[in-house]
T-cell receptor
Framework: GDSVTQMEGPVTLSEEAFLTINCTYTATGYPSLFWYVQYPGEGLQLLLKATKADDKGSNKGFEATYRKETTSFHLEKGSVQVSDSAVYFCALSLNSGGSNYKLTFGKGTLLTVNP | GAVVSQHPSWVICKSGTSVKIECRSLDFQATTMFWYRQFPKQSLMLMATSNEGSKATYEQGVEKDKFLINHASLTLSTLTVTSAHPEDSSFYIC???????????FGSGTRLTVV
């Protein structure tokens, strides 16, 4: 079945450090890929997305490139801020075989950024 | 944008009672909504797909009679946890998609505590 594997946390960084959170996927078709962010006590917010190979999603300084050859969608940010502290979820969506666009999530990675 | 409102944000109930959680799409129509459950420090697990005007599609292992889903209109889906027990305590999140090319918008979640 379809699955998403993302690097386990927690990840702790100092402010202005470089961030990478790895994400790889397994899918039977051609999925759309997403990164969601969840701040403490809140629901999920879409951070960025990519719908086809080689697409780059970007938002708020975060970037991720859809790599079909390595089935990856790693999240990166050049300089993190304390306000980036949250849980980050990689996810995929397929509309095939009756999946009805449902999202499959990775386990989430907790990021803590210290001043 | 696309806004999904979820209510209540938190609820405490006695064991054996039922609790209803509402999910509304405020500025778009959603023929399909999704209900997730999130355990502490874990990922979101899809419980069911709510379809307007028809029965919900439940994921394997989810009790249909315990988690009643009703999608009465294009803007409202409800999840009722019947005869709640402490093990049902969790964070429940709904989501909806505005269109085929749109990302998923999530509600802010409901923290259910059964005592």
């Amino acid at each position: 079945g379809d699955s998403v594997t993302q690097m386990e946390g927690p990840v702790t960084l100092s402010e202005e450090a470089f961030l990478t959170i790895n994400c790889t996927y397994t899918a039977t078709g051609y999925p759309s890929l997403f990164w969601y962010v969840q701040y403490p006590g809140e629901g999920l917010q879409l951070l960025l997305k990519a719908t086809k190979a080689d697409d780059k999603g970007s938002n708020k300084g975060f970037e991720a490139t859809y790599r079909k050859e390595t089935t990856s969608f790693h999240l990166e940010k050049g300089s993190v801020q304390v306000s980036d502290s949250a849980v980050y979820f990689c996810a995929l969506s397929l509309n095939s075989g009756g999946s009805n666009y449902k999202l499959t999530f990775g386990k989430g990675t907790l990021l803590t950024v210290n001043p | 944008g696309a806004v999904v409102s979820q209510h209540p944000s938190w609820v405490i109930c006695k064991s054996g009672t039922s609790v209803k959680i509402e999910c509304r799409s405020l500025d778009f129509q959603a023929t399909t909504m999704f209900w997730y459950r999130q355990f502490p420090k874990q990922s979101l697990m899809l419980m069911a797909t709510s379809n307007e005007g028809s029965k919900a599609t439940y994921e394997q292992g989810v009790e249909k009679d315990k988690f009643l889903i009703n999608h009465a209109s294009l803007t409202l889906s409800t999840l009722t946890v019947t005869s709640a027990h402490p093990e049902d305590s969790s964070f429940y999140i709904c989501s909806a998609r505005k269109g085929a090319l749109s990302g998923y918008t999530f509600g802010s979640g409901t923290r259910l505590t059964v005592v």
